[in-house]
Nanobody, 111 residues
Framework: QVQLVESGGGLVQAGGSLRLSCAAS????????ISWYRQAPGKERELVGV???????YYADSVKGRYTISRDNGKNTAYLQMNSLKSEDTAIYYCTNEVYWGQGTQVTVSS
């Protein structure tokens, strides 16, 4: 079983930055992809990006150029660096290996 715990959310002004962390326990972290999703109030959950086990990454068009996903396999942790934040980035952010999900962390961007 894998446990995923997000942290780093909070309140930030538009144009600011936040870095989210996703700490994993359980089986070998380096073997699986880590995806970041977000869900805004009243909206469906959407994929933000993916850190593949191959070290490549994928980003949704809405965050491309502003968000950066990275991972430290030695620390069993993935990161989501969010820059140039906009009010529409406000959401609960989740990390997942597509089987197990974290509890989510709230990101609120004030305009």
């Amino acid at each position: 079983q894998v446990q995923l715990v997000e942290s780093g959310g909070g309140l930030v002004q538009a144009g600011g930055s936040l870095r989210l962390s996703c700490a994993a326990s359980g089986r070998t972290f380096s073997e699986y992809d880590i995806s970041w999703y977000r869900q805004a109030p009243g909206k469906e959950r959407e994929l933000v990006g993916v850190s593949f086990s191959s070290s490549s990454t994928y980003y949704a068009d809405s965050v491309k150029g502003r968000y950066t996903i990275s991972r430290d396999n030695g620390k069993n942790t993935a990161y989501l660096q969010m820059n140039s934040l906009k009010s529409e980035d406000t959401a609960i952010y989740y990390c997942t290996n597509e089987v197990y999900w974290g509890q989510g962390t709230q990101v609120t961007v004030s305009s």
